[in-house]
């Protein structure tokens, strides 16, 4: 392969063989064994940061289920409050035998009051 002159001149003088065109020059190891090092710690760094997402993610999903929870158990336990209601009231109209005395009937324990 014959390189050009610096006025763009072919000199059959200054050539360079093609096996030498088409290596590219030796690397020190040292920074092959940098380069694998920072390479490695992009994959890890960026693994990393992914499973951050998914686990942030999946935080977010329990925590909503969390609070749907919370509200289903709150109305159940107002539910229950009913019941015990309806329950003391039966039982004080057995004992007394009146219904005079009898406070009006609570609500309907079945009747949903949450908003769905």
Known sequence: YARP????????????????????PPRPTNLD???????????????????LGVAHSMVE??????????RDVEDLIRKMDQITAIVNELEDRST???????????????ESTTNS
Do not use: C, M, R, W
């Open 5 to 24: 002159t610096e006025d763009g001149q072919i000199d059959d003088d200054k050539t360079t063989p093609s096996s030498d065109i088409l290596q590219e």
């Open 61 to 70: 999903s329990l925590h909503s289920k969390a609070v749907s929870i919370e």
């Open 96 to 110: 007394t035998g009146s219904v005079e005395n009898v406070p009006p009937t609570t609500p309907d324990p079945f």
């Open 33 to 51: 064994a940098h380069d694998d090092s920072l390479a490695s710690d992009l994959v890890d760094h960026l693994s990393k940061a992914y499973l």
